[in-house]
Protein backbone atom coordinates (compact mmCIF):
# COMPACT_ATOMS: atom_id res chain seq x y z
CA UNK A 1 0.00 0.00 0.00
CA UNK A 2 1.38 3.70 -1.01
CA UNK A 3 1.10 6.28 1.34
CA UNK A 4 1.05 9.71 -0.51
CA UNK A 5 3.91 11.60 1.27
CA UNK A 6 3.38 15.38 0.49
CA UNK A 7 6.69 17.18 -0.17
CA UNK A 8 7.66 19.48 2.72
CA UNK A 9 6.61 23.05 2.44
CA UNK A 10 8.33 25.69 0.81
CA UNK A 11 9.37 28.43 3.14
CA UNK A 12 7.47 31.34 1.24
CA UNK A 13 4.11 28.86 1.94
CA UNK A 14 3.97 29.21 5.97
CA UNK A 15 1.52 32.34 6.58
CA UNK A 16 0.58 31.06 10.49
CA UNK A 17 3.50 32.40 11.77
CA UNK A 18 3.06 35.96 11.11
CA UNK A 19 -0.46 35.88 12.45
CA UNK A 20 -0.88 33.70 15.45
CA UNK A 21 -1.07 36.63 18.03
CA UNK A 22 -3.10 39.66 18.09
CA UNK A 23 -0.46 42.03 17.91
CA UNK A 24 1.41 40.08 15.12
CA UNK A 25 -2.65 40.06 13.36
CA UNK A 26 -2.67 44.29 13.62
CA UNK A 27 0.40 44.49 12.06
CA UNK A 28 -0.41 42.67 9.23
CA UNK A 29 -3.12 45.56 8.56
CA UNK A 30 0.01 47.76 6.75
CA UNK A 31 0.17 49.73 9.26
CA UNK A 32 -3.40 51.21 9.05
CA UNK A 33 -5.40 50.23 11.97
CA UNK A 34 -8.81 51.64 13.01
CA UNK A 35 -8.34 53.51 15.88
CA UNK A 36 -11.07 55.95 17.34
CA UNK A 37 -9.35 59.31 15.83
CA UNK A 38 -10.61 58.00 12.36
CA UNK A 39 -14.33 58.19 13.64
CA UNK A 40 -16.94 60.83 12.94
CA UNK A 41 -20.00 60.11 14.53
CA UNK A 42 -23.07 61.22 12.47
CA UNK A 43 -25.68 63.36 14.79
CA UNK A 44 -29.19 64.45 13.93
CA UNK A 45 -30.05 67.80 15.13
CA UNK A 46 -33.95 68.22 16.04
CA UNK A 47 -35.63 72.11 16.07
CA UNK A 48 -37.26 70.92 19.38
CA UNK A 49 -34.66 72.00 21.82
CA UNK A 50 -35.32 68.78 23.77
CA UNK A 51 -36.39 66.41 21.41
CA UNK A 52 -34.80 62.84 22.17
CA UNK A 53 -36.46 60.87 19.51
CA UNK A 54 -35.59 57.36 18.29
CA UNK A 55 -35.64 56.79 14.94
CA UNK A 56 -37.15 53.80 14.11
CA UNK A 57 -35.12 52.94 10.70
CA UNK A 58 -32.05 53.33 12.76
CA UNK A 59 -31.52 51.77 15.73
CA UNK A 60 -29.97 53.23 18.66
CA UNK A 61 -29.88 56.71 16.57
CA UNK A 62 -31.87 59.70 17.59
CA UNK A 63 -33.13 63.32 17.26
CA UNK A 64 -31.12 65.15 19.74
CA UNK A 65 -32.66 68.53 20.67
CA UNK A 66 -29.73 71.32 21.73
CA UNK A 67 -30.44 70.72 25.18
CA UNK A 68 -29.84 67.17 25.52
CA UNK A 69 -26.18 67.81 23.43
CA UNK A 70 -23.86 68.18 26.78
CA UNK A 71 -25.33 64.71 28.21
CA UNK A 72 -25.26 63.08 24.93
CA UNK A 73 -21.55 63.90 24.08
CA UNK A 74 -20.08 64.20 27.24
CA UNK A 75 -19.52 60.44 28.41
CA UNK A 76 -18.94 60.04 24.57
CA UNK A 77 -15.89 62.54 24.61
CA UNK A 78 -14.79 60.91 28.06
CA UNK A 79 -14.42 57.68 26.11
CA UNK A 80 -12.38 59.56 23.47
CA UNK A 81 -14.67 60.58 20.93
CA UNK A 82 -12.75 62.76 18.61
CA UNK A 83 -14.89 63.99 15.58
CA UNK A 84 -18.87 64.74 14.89
CA UNK A 85 -20.72 65.45 11.90
CA UNK A 86 -23.79 67.23 12.30
CA UNK A 87 -26.89 67.51 10.51
CA UNK A 88 -30.16 69.62 10.64
CA UNK A 89 -33.59 68.42 11.04
CA UNK A 90 -36.03 71.04 10.56
CA UNK A 91 -39.27 69.95 11.89
CA UNK A 92 -40.96 72.91 12.38
CA UNK A 93 -39.21 75.74 10.33
CA UNK A 94 -40.69 76.63 7.29
CA UNK A 95 -38.98 75.82 3.75
CA UNK A 96 -38.98 77.32 0.36
CA UNK A 97 -37.87 76.89 -2.60
CA UNK A 98 -34.17 78.18 -2.08
CA UNK A 99 -33.93 76.76 1.80
CA UNK A 100 -33.82 79.57 3.64
CA UNK A 101 -33.94 77.69 6.55
CA UNK A 102 -30.96 76.15 6.00
CA UNK A 103 -28.23 79.32 7.01
CA UNK A 104 -31.28 80.92 9.59
CA UNK A 105 -29.51 82.22 12.95
CA UNK A 106 -32.31 80.32 14.39
CA UNK A 107 -31.50 76.94 12.53
CA UNK A 108 -30.36 73.74 14.40
CA UNK A 109 -27.01 73.16 13.57
CA UNK A 110 -26.12 77.09 14.32
CA UNK A 111 -27.11 76.99 17.54
CA UNK A 112 -25.59 73.58 18.29
CA UNK A 113 -22.40 74.78 16.38
CA UNK A 114 -22.40 77.97 19.07
CA UNK A 115 -22.99 75.42 21.84
CA UNK A 116 -20.86 72.64 21.21
CA UNK A 117 -17.73 74.94 20.47
CA UNK A 118 -18.49 76.36 23.81
CA UNK A 119 -19.16 73.19 25.74
CA UNK A 120 -16.50 71.07 24.07
CA UNK A 121 -13.99 73.13 22.30
CA UNK A 122 -11.85 70.38 21.66
CA UNK A 123 -14.06 68.27 19.74
CA UNK A 124 -13.77 68.31 16.45
CA UNK A 125 -16.88 70.05 14.80
CA UNK A 126 -17.89 69.28 11.00
CA UNK A 127 -21.30 69.85 9.72
CA UNK A 128 -22.98 68.76 6.44
CA UNK A 129 -23.86 71.39 4.07
CA UNK A 130 -26.85 70.94 1.70
CA UNK A 131 -30.55 72.41 0.97
CA UNK A 132 -32.51 69.44 0.74
CA UNK A 133 -33.66 69.39 4.81
CA UNK A 134 -34.63 72.67 4.08
CA UNK A 135 -36.22 73.10 0.49
CA UNK A 136 -39.84 72.61 -0.04
CA UNK A 137 -39.12 70.48 -3.03
CA UNK A 138 -36.34 68.06 -0.95
CA UNK A 139 -34.22 68.88 -3.86
CA UNK A 140 -30.24 69.33 -3.10
CA UNK A 141 -29.95 72.34 -4.93
CA UNK A 142 -31.80 75.61 -6.78
CA UNK A 143 -34.45 74.57 -9.40
CA UNK A 144 -34.92 75.78 -12.63
CA UNK A 145 -38.30 76.17 -14.10
CA UNK A 146 -37.09 74.44 -17.58
CA UNK A 147 -37.91 70.93 -17.94
CA UNK A 148 -35.93 68.07 -17.60
CA UNK A 149 -35.14 66.88 -21.04
CA UNK A 150 -34.00 63.32 -19.82
CA UNK A 151 -37.23 62.92 -17.68
CA UNK A 152 -40.31 64.89 -17.16
CA UNK A 153 -40.70 64.07 -13.56
CA UNK A 154 -36.71 65.15 -12.88
CA UNK A 155 -35.97 68.17 -11.72
CA UNK A 156 -33.26 70.76 -13.72
CA UNK A 157 -30.64 72.34 -11.50
CA UNK A 158 -30.18 75.66 -11.89
CA UNK A 159 -26.27 74.94 -11.84
CA UNK A 160 -24.64 78.61 -10.57
CA UNK A 161 -27.34 79.66 -8.25
CA UNK A 162 -26.88 76.41 -6.39
CA UNK A 163 -23.58 76.58 -6.09
CA UNK A 164 -23.60 79.94 -4.69
CA UNK A 165 -26.48 79.31 -2.23
CA UNK A 166 -24.92 75.99 -1.02
CA UNK A 167 -21.56 78.07 -0.76
CA UNK A 168 -23.72 80.97 1.74
CA UNK A 169 -24.71 78.10 3.68
CA UNK A 170 -21.47 76.65 4.23
CA UNK A 171 -19.90 80.10 4.86
CA UNK A 172 -22.55 80.64 7.82
CA UNK A 173 -21.82 76.70 9.29
CA UNK A 174 -17.97 78.33 9.51
CA UNK A 175 -18.66 81.77 11.17
CA UNK A 176 -20.55 80.02 13.61
CA UNK A 177 -18.06 77.93 14.68
CA UNK A 178 -17.98 74.36 12.40
CA UNK A 179 -14.58 73.62 11.99
CA UNK A 180 -14.80 71.71 8.77
CA UNK A 181 -18.15 72.09 6.07
CA UNK A 182 -19.07 69.06 4.24
CA UNK A 183 -20.75 70.01 1.32
CA UNK A 184 -23.24 66.29 0.19
CA UNK A 185 -25.31 68.18 -2.39
CA UNK A 186 -23.41 67.00 -5.55
CA UNK A 187 -23.93 70.17 -7.15
CA UNK A 188 -21.54 71.34 -9.58
CA UNK A 189 -18.84 74.17 -8.96
CA UNK A 190 -19.55 74.26 -5.02
CA UNK A 191 -16.46 73.16 -3.91
CA UNK A 192 -14.88 76.35 -5.64
CA UNK A 193 -17.47 78.30 -4.47
CA UNK A 194 -17.00 77.40 -0.91
CA UNK A 195 -13.55 77.67 -0.96
CA UNK A 196 -13.84 81.08 -2.45
CA UNK A 197 -16.11 82.05 0.26
CA UNK A 198 -14.10 80.83 3.23
CA UNK A 199 -10.84 83.14 1.51
CA UNK A 200 -13.34 86.33 1.02
CA UNK A 201 -14.92 85.66 4.74
CA UNK A 202 -11.18 85.23 6.20
CA UNK A 203 -11.94 81.84 7.09
CA UNK A 204 -10.14 79.42 4.90
CA UNK A 205 -7.39 79.15 7.18
CA UNK A 206 -9.71 78.27 9.97
CA UNK A 207 -12.57 75.34 8.20
CA UNK A 208 -11.51 72.64 6.52
CA UNK A 209 -13.38 71.77 3.26
CA UNK A 210 -14.69 67.94 2.85
CA UNK A 211 -16.68 66.76 -0.49
CA UNK A 212 -18.75 64.72 -1.01
CA UNK A 213 -16.97 63.82 -3.72
CA UNK A 214 -18.01 60.51 -5.17
CA UNK A 215 -21.68 60.60 -3.99
CA UNK A 216 -23.74 57.58 -5.31
CA UNK A 217 -27.49 57.60 -5.96
CA UNK A 218 -27.85 54.65 -3.93
CA UNK A 219 -30.66 53.05 -2.40
CA UNK A 220 -29.04 52.90 0.91
CA UNK A 221 -30.38 56.56 2.22
CA UNK A 222 -33.88 55.23 3.25
CA UNK A 223 -33.34 55.74 7.08
CA UNK A 224 -31.24 58.73 6.79
CA UNK A 225 -34.23 60.73 4.91
CA UNK A 226 -36.67 59.04 7.57
CA UNK A 227 -34.35 60.60 10.23
CA UNK A 228 -33.58 64.00 8.61
CA UNK A 229 -37.10 64.37 6.71
CA UNK A 230 -34.79 65.01 3.65
CA UNK A 231 -36.85 62.55 1.22
CA UNK A 232 -37.63 64.81 -2.12
CA UNK A 233 -41.13 65.60 -3.35
CA UNK A 234 -40.81 64.98 -6.59
CA UNK A 235 -38.25 62.84 -8.92
CA UNK A 236 -35.31 61.33 -7.22
CA UNK A 237 -31.65 62.75 -7.41
CA UNK A 238 -30.26 60.47 -10.07
CA UNK A 239 -29.10 63.85 -12.46
CA UNK A 240 -26.39 65.43 -9.64
CA UNK A 241 -25.79 61.94 -7.70
CA UNK A 242 -23.49 59.47 -9.51
CA UNK A 243 -24.30 56.25 -11.20
CA UNK A 244 -24.07 53.40 -8.99
CA UNK A 245 -22.22 51.57 -12.52
CA UNK A 246 -19.95 54.25 -12.82
CA UNK A 247 -16.03 53.68 -12.01
CA UNK A 248 -14.84 56.75 -14.16
CA UNK A 249 -16.93 59.94 -13.15
CA UNK A 250 -16.16 58.95 -9.89
CA UNK A 251 -12.92 59.38 -10.69
CA UNK A 252 -12.99 62.82 -12.07
CA UNK A 253 -15.57 64.14 -9.38
CA UNK A 254 -12.88 63.15 -7.03
CA UNK A 255 -9.95 65.08 -9.18
CA UNK A 256 -12.07 67.91 -9.72
CA UNK A 257 -12.96 68.38 -6.18
CA UNK A 258 -9.44 68.25 -4.93
CA UNK A 259 -8.07 70.79 -8.16
CA UNK A 260 -11.20 72.97 -6.87
CA UNK A 261 -10.01 73.49 -3.11
CA UNK A 262 -11.34 70.40 -1.09
CA UNK A 263 -9.32 69.47 2.01
CA UNK A 264 -10.51 66.13 2.62
CA UNK A 265 -12.55 63.91 -0.13
CA UNK A 266 -15.41 61.52 0.68
CA UNK A 267 -17.01 58.64 -1.12
CA UNK A 268 -20.40 57.95 -0.26
CA UNK A 269 -21.65 54.57 0.90
CA UNK A 270 -18.82 52.88 1.66
CA UNK A 271 -19.00 49.05 1.62
CA UNK A 272 -20.94 48.17 -1.87
CA UNK A 273 -17.70 51.02 -3.21
CA UNK A 274 -14.43 49.96 -1.82
CA UNK A 275 -13.23 50.74 -5.58
CA UNK A 276 -13.76 53.86 -5.72
CA UNK A 277 -12.66 54.18 -2.23
CA UNK A 278 -9.48 52.76 -3.50
CA UNK A 279 -9.54 55.37 -6.54
CA UNK A 280 -9.67 58.21 -4.10
CA UNK A 281 -6.04 57.09 -2.30
CA UNK A 282 -4.74 56.02 -5.75
CA UNK A 283 -5.96 59.35 -7.46
CA UNK A 284 -6.04 61.71 -5.08
CA UNK A 285 -2.88 60.58 -2.72
CA UNK A 286 -2.08 63.82 -1.11
CA UNK A 287 -5.46 64.10 0.51
CA UNK A 288 -7.38 62.21 3.32
CA UNK A 289 -9.79 60.22 1.76
CA UNK A 290 -12.49 59.65 3.78
CA UNK A 291 -15.89 57.38 3.18
CA UNK A 292 -19.83 57.32 5.20
CA UNK A 293 -20.77 53.84 6.20
CA UNK A 294 -24.07 55.79 5.10
CA UNK A 295 -27.77 54.76 7.31
CA UNK A 296 -28.28 51.91 5.22
CA UNK A 297 -25.22 49.92 5.57
CA UNK A 298 -25.49 50.29 9.49
CA UNK A 299 -29.29 49.23 9.31
CA UNK A 300 -28.26 46.12 7.39
CA UNK A 301 -25.16 44.88 9.35
CA UNK A 302 -27.44 45.78 12.09
CA UNK A 303 -30.69 43.79 10.84
CA UNK A 304 -28.01 40.33 10.20
CA UNK A 305 -27.05 40.77 13.54
CA UNK A 306 -30.35 40.50 15.09
CA UNK A 307 -31.39 37.44 12.80
CA UNK A 308 -28.44 35.60 14.29
CA UNK A 309 -26.90 35.68 10.59
CA UNK A 310 -23.59 36.81 12.39
CA UNK A 311 -21.91 38.85 15.33
CA UNK A 312 -22.82 42.53 15.58
CA UNK A 313 -19.22 43.77 16.75
CA UNK A 314 -17.67 41.12 14.87
CA UNK A 315 -19.33 42.74 11.43
CA UNK A 316 -19.18 46.17 12.39
CA UNK A 317 -15.06 45.54 12.44
CA UNK A 318 -14.71 43.37 9.28
CA UNK A 319 -17.26 46.43 7.11
CA UNK A 320 -15.61 49.02 8.66
CA UNK A 321 -11.79 47.50 8.26
CA UNK A 322 -12.63 47.05 5.15
CA UNK A 323 -13.19 50.72 4.13
CA UNK A 324 -9.38 51.52 6.19
CA UNK A 325 -8.01 48.39 3.90
CA UNK A 326 -9.55 50.32 0.25
CA UNK A 327 -7.48 53.37 1.92
CA UNK A 328 -10.02 55.45 4.32
CA UNK A 329 -8.62 56.99 6.89
CA UNK A 330 -11.10 58.83 8.27
CA UNK A 331 -15.04 56.94 8.43
CA UNK A 332 -18.29 58.44 9.39
CA UNK A 333 -19.99 55.86 11.01
CA UNK A 334 -22.66 55.22 13.46
CA UNK A 335 -20.73 52.47 14.91
CA UNK A 336 -18.73 55.28 16.73
CA UNK A 337 -19.88 55.20 20.16
CA UNK A 338 -19.59 51.28 20.59
CA UNK A 339 -16.18 51.56 18.80
CA UNK A 340 -15.30 53.83 21.50
CA UNK A 341 -16.10 51.23 24.22
CA UNK A 342 -14.33 48.62 21.57
CA UNK A 343 -10.94 50.29 20.57
CA UNK A 344 -8.18 50.51 22.88
CA UNK A 345 -6.78 53.69 20.97
ZN1 LIG B 1 -29.14 66.95 -0.03
Given at each position: MSQFQAPPLDVSSVLHGGIHHPTLRKWQANGRNLTKSMLIYPIFISDDPDAEQEIATLPGQKRWGINKLEGFLGPLIAKGLKSVILFGVPMQMEKDDRGSAADD???????????????FPQLMLCVDVCLCEYTSHGHCGILSSLPNPGHSNQPTIEMETSAQRIAEVAIAYAKAGAH???PSDMMDGRIRAIKLGLMHAGL????ALMSYSAKFASGLYGPFRDAAGSAPSFGNRKCYQLPPNARSIARRAIQRDAAEGADILMVKPALPYLDIISDAAQYAPDHPTACYQVSGEYAMVYAGAEKGIYDLKEMAFETTESMVRAGASIILTYFTPQFLDWLDE
Open positions: PKTPVIQALHLLAKLCVAANRC
